[in-house]
Every structure is written in structure tokens, then in C-alpha cells.
């Protein structure tokens, strides 16, 4: 969550409200589950840590006053190392699917150069898991395990493919292409 908000915050400076409300739109229905206390737990954790600075702005006269969250030095090169990861599996799609988000809304990276990354790093696992489960040694009940890695890493390498015919139809804000 922490690098997730991080990546939102390097499109521009943001309050709280704000950053929930680009995660619940990036969510969709996923989103309405979110704690609403969350992303100001994140933002505190992330202010002690150097990666964010806060400022008091103004409210309007129905709204009190808020505070205005940045990104520090810190807390882009975080952004930027976090975008180059390229480990997988992640137990939740949701993370990664914020990343594309988070990169195309803050023009930060090409979303289809990380799904192509992503999909490397699957595709040299799915080889590995592969070889792994053709050695006549395997016991029948680590092979068993070995099978189910082989099918979760072939529905992710399905799931990615999706991902990259839906980013290459887009602008690279995340639009689509003439709208």
C-alpha cells in the first residue's frame, strides 16, 4: 500500500480524500472495501519515514483545513524502484494493477514495458516450475505442488496478456486512444 501511494502522490501533491478517492476509482468495485482510515495511517508511516512531507492548506468554508501531501527525494527514488521490480507472483493482482495505474496516471513508465517485465520474470519461473516437475525423482506430492504452480503461473501469464491488449489500446495517461 505504502509504494502504491507513493506512486500517486509523484503525479502531484495530494491530501488524504484525494489519494482515497484515486484508489477506490483504480479499484473499481474492489475500492469500496477500502478502510477509509488506511490511507492516513500510510501517509503518517510514510511521513516518519522520510518519504513524504506535509503541509496545512486552507480549507473551503464547508470543508476544514487539510493537509497537503508530497513526495520527498526519498520517496520518488522509492517510486522509481518499486516501479522496476519485477518480482512475482504477489499474492494480490490488486498491487500490480495499481502500479499500472499509478505509472500511467503520473506518466511515470509505460505500463505495457511493465506488464512485458512482468511477464519475463513469469514466463522464466514457468520454465523453471516446468523442468522442475518433469524430474522422475519428484515425490508424487511435491509434484502435486509443482503442478499447481505451473497453472497459477499459466492463468497469471493468461492474466498479463489481458493486461497488455487493454494498455496498448490506451493513451498513456490511461485513456482511451482519442477519447
Known amino acids: 500500500m505504502q509504494d502504491v501511494v507513493l506512486a500517486m502522490l509523484a503525479k502531484e501533491p495530494a491530501h488524504g480524500y484525494e489519494l482515497r478517492s484515486r484508489l477506490r476509482a483504480a479499484l473499481g468495485p474492489l475500492g469500496e472495501t477500502m478502510n477509509a482510515g488506511q490511507i492516513y495511517v500510510t501517509l503518517t508511516r510514510l511521513g516518519k519515514a522520510g518519504m513524504v512531507t506535509s503541509q496545512r492548506a486552507e480549507g473551503l468554508p464547508d470543508r476544514p483545513e487539510r493537509r497537503v501531501y ?13 516501479l522496476a521490480e519485477v518480482n512475482w507472483p504477489k499474492p494480490d493482482l490488486a498491487e500490480f494493477h495499481l502500479k499500472l495505474v499509478a505509472a500511467a496516471t503520473a506518466r511515470l513508465a509505460d505500463p505495457v514495458a511493465l506488464v512485458d517485465a512482468q511477464r519475463r520474470e513469469v514466463l522464466r519461473r514457468l520454465r523453471d516450475a516446468q523442468r522442475a516437475a518433469l524430474e522422475r525423482s519428484v515425490d ?6 509443482l503442478e499447481g504452480v505451473v497453472l497459477r503461473l499459466r492463468a497469471d501469464l493468461e492474466w498479463l496478456e489481458a493486461c497488455e491488449r487493454l494498455w496498448a489500446e490506451l493513451d498513456p495517461t490511461g485513456r482511451k486512444a482519442g477519447a
Open 70 to 82: 508530497a513526495l520527498t527525494p526519498e520517496g520518488q527514488q522509492r517510486v522509481a524502484t518499486w
Open 140 to 145: 508424487p506430492v511435491a509434484g502435486l505442488l
